[in-house]
């Protein structure tokens, strides 16, 4: 290591030190009074590889786990050979105003390809070929009946765990007042597809989950008896005619003009139905979804419990449960060491003997398996459906002081005064091309690191393990009253309340869902970091890259934490490798491209519509957190090995992909989008801000580095014939290239914005123009949004400098969420449904109203509201390789201390004061009164 590394690692271990001695005053403590009923009231852990949702029941207790690398899907290809050629036919319709027919095109030809696609729908062509039962003379006397509609599904009316198709019959005699009359036949919703008839007619189709409405041609109803037969095909959910959304309650028939007639027939009741196929290609899926494992799930033989409560202490990130049932205390507590690669259960009673319980194995899987490994070990074996991948877990009772019996079954305690429970977990996925790694090579490293060792010395290493990470910074922002109150209870009050340490909390529980989702060595955080219970997750949970990925590390630099951006990293220079091919297949480009989506098997092609999905600059937003780390680290040998080689080659594929406007000549990007927002356009802000930002830090890295001169020229060159950002006729920032800004517009997107925050191109220092019309575009687009929305408008509100606003966004984000935005009782952002986002989003902002270091220099509370008029916050870090110690007093500044970790030049700022340059020396400290003046 060299001297400067010395130095540097010295200081941090100092630093740390002093940070663990003040962190135990702080409120670090999330708390409740009754277990949680639902997941988002489960306590999160998580050693970035592992993730578990503790619930705290008494009787029964459930602990929902997760392994980072169980996904659906399969290593394929995702891009579609040759789209390129279509290419320009795309630019040219947008060029022309045609943006439908572009739309149209694109969804055609320029999309990724979906999974096992084209099976499915040779699948899909001979089971619908056969419209023999849908005529009216067919006969359906040995056909079985079940009741129409059903909400659960058919799986509720006898069709068990079925996918496939299904041919449903009904029939209705006309009423007599409806001859001549056109019909509308009302189904409700249908999972997933169906072709409907009528006395062997087709009146309609459709493919996809949602309700369906048809009309009936008088000319094809007859007197008397009518036939209704419907074809529905099931992919993978609960399939059938699910009801749901209906006029008049129920699946039935009405007029179609109303006026003609009135009246409604009801077709609720048993329909014939006869199966067609009951097995069905694995659906096609663009990208693949995070699964959930398993539970491990115990019973109690506990029935009167009093003095409840459970915890989450984010000081060593042990949750804990404690009650007293039958005069005898339990306790348990939980936690996920990553030294260990285990979840490990200690269950305790304060009575010799009066600890008994059974703990089983369960999964959502349907393919899975539990068996009986040896006297202390029960193992379950999960296989994710239609996927490549498997999962291996072992329960093991490391210690026990009573009665342990296993069987296939679960794992039986009797009269024990102490148990310790251990769980592993492993995976057969290797990388993004390769499945054939030992599920078990995980489980036997986790039982050889606690071979032998006592739960007290398994404790230490978790805690001493996360502190490294977590201690590097503390926040104290004063005292409040509420701090007595459960957090849910304290959740509820904030809206109203003075409660400054529970924002200090907020930002503490960032940090800590951060290093729990993403430590070093592991992926990156998805979007709902590494916690997800369902096999179908909102977006499937995985890495939406125009924000919510980008959002999950705004913390990681500013908060101390940039050890757990390195999984991100990793990320970064898988798509960059996969993105290759994407870029030569859709744009003939050298270099990179990554649309707004990928997964564990890193696909970097378009996904789910045109009108959102082709939107080329993920990789060039993702390439910012590379060069940012280098902002806050000064590490050349991070620069030169690992960053500067992805931001050139995603920099050489947007010098190929840049094409002039045919109206103004300038340089645009184009096809694309604003996510999520205004379908394929030509020329998005957006698009243009991180573009610029790329090339510039290329141009810089380049000159740094001493390479590439030709490049780097020629980047040179193009930055200056970018379009440019606008302002528009509502004197707003142009989120497009015309001015067709809505000023009603509330899009929870803000994506014009990008170069005020996370980038820095639009600041008050050298723009001014442009930073009124942003903040104007802000306004326009109002206050309410969903969870992430406001984490990023709360980071926006802290640039334009108007902590108040910020502060106020806050409050937003820290409310109980009653099926909108907020925060859940467990303190899980609600976008709504849950995703981590919004917490990591609303901790960076904290952290953005106490320091700003983007334009050159440290502003020091450039933002802080009114409501936090003291405190202090010991490890924020700077650009340029510094790292703080704020503290102020009635909403000033009264001291700061800046460390110097690379020798850089500082220059400080506050209140419009400016301290001047300094040139600093790496490893010492420097420390100014509130005025910026040295203190000796």
Not at 103 to 131: I, K, N, P, Q, Y
Not at 205 to 225: E, H, N, Q
Not at 270 to 288: L, M
Not at 408 to 424: K, N
């Amino acid at each position: 290591m060299s001297v400067t590394g010395q130095l540097r690692s010295a200081s941090i271990l100092l630093h740390a030190l002093i940070l663990l001695s003040s962190a135990k005053g702080q409120d670090l403590r999330l708390w409740y009074r009754k277990p949680a009923a639902a997941w988002t009231e489960a306590l999160p852990l998580g050693n970035g590889r592992i993730g578990a949702m503790v619930f705290g029941g008494v009787r029964s207790e459930r602990i929902q786990f997760n392994e980072e690398t169980l996904w659906s899907g399969m290593p394929r290809e995702h891009a579609r050979p040759g789209a390129v050629r279509y290419l320009d036919t795309i630019r040219s319709l947008l060029f022309q105003g045609r943006q439908s027919e572009a739309d149209d095109l694109a969804e055609e030809e320029f999309m990724g390809l979906r999974s096992g696609h084209a099976e499915r729908m040779a699948w899909l062509a001979r089971v619908t070929r056969d419209d023999v039962p849908a005529r009216p003379d067919f006969d359906d006397s040995g056909w079985k009946t079940f009741r129409v509609p059903s909400t659960a599904g058919w799986e509720a009316e006898g069709l068990k765990n079925f996918d496939g198709a299904v041919w449903h019959r009904t029939s209705f005699d006309l009423p007599e007042g409806w001859r001549g009359l056109d019909l509308q036949l009302d189904l409700g919703i249908v999972r997933d597809l169906d072709r409907s008839y009528c006395n062997g007619i087709p009146i309609g189709r459709t493919d996809g989950v949602g309700s369906r409405t048809y009309r009936i041609p008088a000319a094809v109803l007859k007197t008397g008896r009518n036939v209704i037969a419907i074809l529905v095909v099931d992919y993978g959910r609960k399939g059938g005619l699910c009801g749901h959304t209906l006029p008049g309650g129920s699946v039935g028939l009405r007029p179609a003009a109303p006026g003609n007639a009135s009246g409604r027939l009801s077709l609720e009741g048993r329909w014939k139905y006869r199966t067609v196929a009951d097995t069905i290609p694995a659906p096609g899926f663009y990208q693949s979804s995070y699964q959930p494992f398993g539970d491990l799930l115990f019973s109690f033989p506990h029935t009167d419990s009093a003095g409840y409560e459970r915890d989450l202490e984010i000081r060593d990130a042990v949750a804990n449960v404690r009650y007293t049932d039958g005069g005898v205390r339990y306790t348990r507590e939980y936690f996920i060491s990553q030294p260990h690669q285990a979840m490990v259960v200690r269950l305790a009673a304060d009575k010799a003997g009066a600890l008994s319980f059974k703990v089983a194995l369960g999964s959502p899987h349907a393919l899975r398996q539990v068996r009986r490994v040896d006297g202390r070990t029960l193992e379950m074996s999960v296989r994710v459906k239609d996927g490549a991948l498997r999962g291996i877990s072992q329960l093991r009772v490391l210690s026990c002081d009573g009665g342990v019996s296993v069987t296939d079954d679960g794992i039986e305690v009797i009269g024990a005064r102490e148990v310790v429970l251990c769980l592993a977990a492993g995976t057969n996925f290797r990388n993004r091309q390769d499945v054939g790694a030992d599920p078990m090579a995980p489980i036997r490293k986790a039982w050889q690191s606690l071979s032998g060792k006592g739960y007290a010395d398994i404790r230490a290493a978790h805690v001493a393990e996360y502190l490294r990470h977590f201690n590097t910074m503390s926040i104290n922002l004063g005292r409040s009253a509420n701090e007595a109150l459960p957090t849910d209870e304290r959740l509820e009050a904030f809206a109203t309340a003075e409660d400054p340490a529970f924002v200090a909390l907020y930002l503490q529980y960032g940090r800590y869902l951060l290093i729990s989702s993403s430590r070093p060595g592991t992926g990156p955080a998805n979007l709902q970091g590494i916690w997800n219970d369902l096999t179908d997750p909102p977006w499937g949970s995985k890495y939406t890259v125009n924000i919510n990925t980008e959002m999950n590390y705004w913390p990681a630099e500013t908060l101390n934490l940039a050890p757990m951006h390195e999984g991100l990293f990793r990320m970064v220079g898988e798509v960059a490798e996969a993105g290759r091919r994407t870029a030569r297949e859709y744009y003939g480009a050298p270099g990179w491209v990554l649309h707004h989506n990928t997964d564990l098997w890193r696909g970097t092609a378009a996904i789910n519509a045109a009108n959102h999905g082709i939107w080329v600059t993920g990789g060039a937003w993702l390439c910012q957190h590379l060069w940012e780390h280098y902002r806050f680290s000064q590490d050349l040998d991070f620069l030169r090995r690992r960053a500067y080689p992805v931001m050139r080659d995603a920099a050489l594929f947007f010098d190929h992909f840049l094409v002039p406007d045919p109206k103004s000549g300038l340089l645009i990007s184009t096809p694309s989008n604003s996510p999520e927002q205004g379908g394929l356009v030509a020329g998005p802000s957006m698009d243009h801000q991180i573009i610029r930002e790329l090339f510039r830090s290329v141009i810089e890295a380049s000159r740094i580095l001493g390479v590439d001169r030709e490049l780097s020229a020629r980047l040179q060159e193009k930055l200056a014939r970018i379009a440019p950002d606008h302002i528009g006729r509502h004197g707003q920032l142009q989120e497009w290239l015309q001015d067709r800004d809505d000023t009603s517009n509330h899009h929870r997107h803000v994506s014009h914005l990008w170069a005020v925050y996370p980038g820095g191109e639009i600041n008050w220092d050298r723009t001014p123009d442009l930073m009124r019309a942003a903040r104007q575009s802000l306004m326009y687009r109002g206050d309410a949004a969903t969870g992430w929305s406001l984490g990023w408008k709360i980071n926006l509100w802290a640039r334009f400098l108007d902590g108040e606003h910020s502060f106020r966004l806050i409050r937003m984000l820290m409310s109980p969420s009653r099926g909108g935005a907020g925060s859940y009782p467990n303190l899980f952002d609600a976008h709504p449904p849950f995703q981590i986002d919004g917490n990591f989003g609303g901790a960076a902002g904290i952290g953005e109203l106490l320091v700003q270091s983007h334009l050159g220099r440290i502003d020091l509370l450039p933002a802080l509201p009114a409501a936090l008029p003291e405190g202090s916050v010991r490890g924020i870090r700077a650009r340029d390789g510094f790292v703080l110690d704020i503290d102020w007093k009635a909403g000033r500044l009264t001291r700061v201390a800046v460390r110097s970790l690379a020798s850089r030049p500082l220059r400080i700022r506050y209140a419009g004061q400016d301290a001047g340059t300094l040139q600093t020396v790496a490893g010492r400290t420097y420390v100014f009164d509130g005025s910026l003046k040295p203190v000796r």
